[in-house]
């Protein structure tokens, strides 16, 4: 077997590495699904080009380019890396909340939060969108499900992983049993969610610093057989992992633990921190 080493040097081998495919888009339509949260549906014969997996935390990167740049779907994106890197457009991460193979569609759920420009490149695209519209996306990646023999779970989540928890939720079977506490500013945007009939579905609306004492003040004594996803804000995601890991000994293993966003950040600064001591959620 060949090796990098063998063949050739790590900076030819990132020149060589194939270019991510791109599936592009149409939007077939928007609903406001709460004051804050927006579902804009996506589909077209580019959908076929999406890897598309089973995982309740699927995600999809989109490519949104400056309005002002002229750029239309899809991107040369080696192109644009070698000579106007500034006409990149900027990724951001959304979670896939329905998959439509049959009509070849899906839905994504935008939260729409400030006004202007503070309201965030994804978040203003999503709220000027029209149907006819076309969108670039990368992915789909993700790792967690519930597990099939699991029947204990605990998810811990907020806005941006909404989402998520709603499509686990939705996949695991009738006799499960356990609790999902989501976090929410205000409680106009809770949902009405299907899930198993023995799992708890329980709001924390209000400051998201109430989310970590809620956590702290669960029965978590018997580990065994529980399944975790806790996926919050960064701070947060710290605070709740010294709750569940190391309070708590519930093992690594059963949990899927990180940080969907970072107060205070934009994605590009998030996703570059986590390759730093700030960024690290795990010790």
């Known amino acids: 077997m060949q090796t990098l080493?063998?063949?050739?040097?790590?900076?030819?081998?990132?020149?060589?590495?194939?270019?991510?495919?791109?599936?592009?888009?149409?939007?077939?339509?928007?609903?406001?699904?709460?004051?804050?949260l927006l579902?804009?549906?996506?589909?077209?014969?580019?959908?076929?080009?999406?890897?598309?997996?089973?995982?309740?935390?699927?995600y999809v990167k989109l490519l949104l380019p400056d309005p002002a740049s002229g750029l239309h779907?899809?991107?040369?994106?080696?192109?644009?890396?070698?000579?106007s890197p500034e006409l990149l457009p900027t990724r951001r991460t959304y979670t896939v909340r329905h998959w439509d193979d049959g009509n070849q569609r899906l839905d994504?759920?935008?939260v729409l939060h400030g006004d202007g420009e503070d309201s965030g490149i994804a978040a203003r695209w999503a709220d000027e969108a029209q149907p006819g519209d076309l969108i670039a996306l990368n992915g789909a990646g993700g790792g967690y499900s519930p597990h099939p023999e699991t029947r204990r779970h605990l998810l811990i989540g907020d806005h941006?992983?909404?989402?998520?928890i709603a499509a686990a939720l939705e996949s695991m079977p009738a006799d499960a049993s356990g609790l999902a506490l989501i976090h929410l500013e205000d409680e106009e945007d809770r949902l009405e969610l299907e899930s198993p009939a023995g799992v708890e579905l329980r709001w924390v609306i209000g400051p998201r610093e109430a989310l970590v004492?809620?956590?702290?003040?669960?029965?978590?004594?018997?580990?065994?057989?529980?399944?975790?996803?806790?996926?919050?804000?960064?701070a947060t995601t710290k605070q709740l992992r010294q709750v569940l890991v190391k309070d708590a000994g519930i093992p690594r293993p059963q949990i899927s633990i990180s940080a969907y966003w970072a107060l205070g950040r934009i994605e590009d600064q998030f996703q570059a921190e986590k390759r730093e001591p700030i960024g690290r959620i795990d010790d």
């Open 5 to 36: 080493t063998d063949q050739t040097s790590p900076a030819d081998a990132s020149a060589k590495r194939p270019a991510k495919k791109q599936a592009v888009l149409e939007v077939l339509g928007k609903t406001r699904i709460s004051p804050r």
């Open 39 to 58: 579902r804009l549906t996506l589909g077209g014969d580019g959908y076929s080009a999406l890897h598309r997996n089973e995982s309740a935390d699927a």
């Open 73 to 83: 779907p899809p991107f040369d994106m080696e192109a644009l890396r070698e000579h």
């Open 108 to 110: 994504i759920d935008v």
């Open 160 to 164: 941006a992983a909404l989402p998520a």
């Open 213 to 234: 004492p809620t956590v702290r003040a669960l029965d978590l004594e018997d580990a065994e057989g529980l399944q975790v996803f806790c996926h919050v804000e960064r």
